[in-house]
Nanobody, 117 residues
Framework: QVQLVESGGGSVQAGGSLRLSCAAS????????MGWFRQDSGKEREFVAR????????NYVDSVKGRFTISRDNAKNTVSLQMHSLQPEDTAVYYC??????????WGQGTQVTVSS
């Protein structure tokens, strides 16, 4: 089992910045990748960013490229999402996501990000 604890959400005006963090505990020796998804009310959950645990390869959804940066700290089993130039359309609940090597997926409880215009 893996437990994920997110932090760092909040409210910001358009153009502002926020940093999300997610700490993993439990079965952390088998992490394959960690990432972030988001879901706004009435919409489907969408992929935002992901980082491979070994090698650090990253992937982003096109709408956040150049504005968001995902990073990891392997020693602390944490992943962070630095978000700049936030826009109202970035408003959502952001969920931390962890995949282990056997394909099992774990989710955090979600943290709200609200961007006002």
């Amino acid at each position: 089992q893996v437990q994920l604890v997110e932090s760092g959400g909040g409210s910001v005006q358009a153009g502002g910045s926020l940093r999300l963090s997610c700490a993993a505990s439990g079965r952390t020796s088998s992490i394959y990748a960690m990432g972030w998804f988001r879901q706004d009310s009435g919409k489907e959950r969408e992929f935002v960013a992901r980082i491979r645990w070994s090698g650090g390869r990253t992937n982003y959804v096109d709408s956040v490229k150049g504005r968001f940066t995902i990073s990891r700290d392997n020693a602390k089993n944490t992943v962070s999402l630095q978000m700049h130039s936030l826009q109202p359309e970035d408003t959502a609940v952001y969920y931390c996501n962890l995949a282990v090597t056997d394909g099992t997926i774990y989710w955090g409880q979600g943290t709200q990000v609200t961007v006002s215009s």
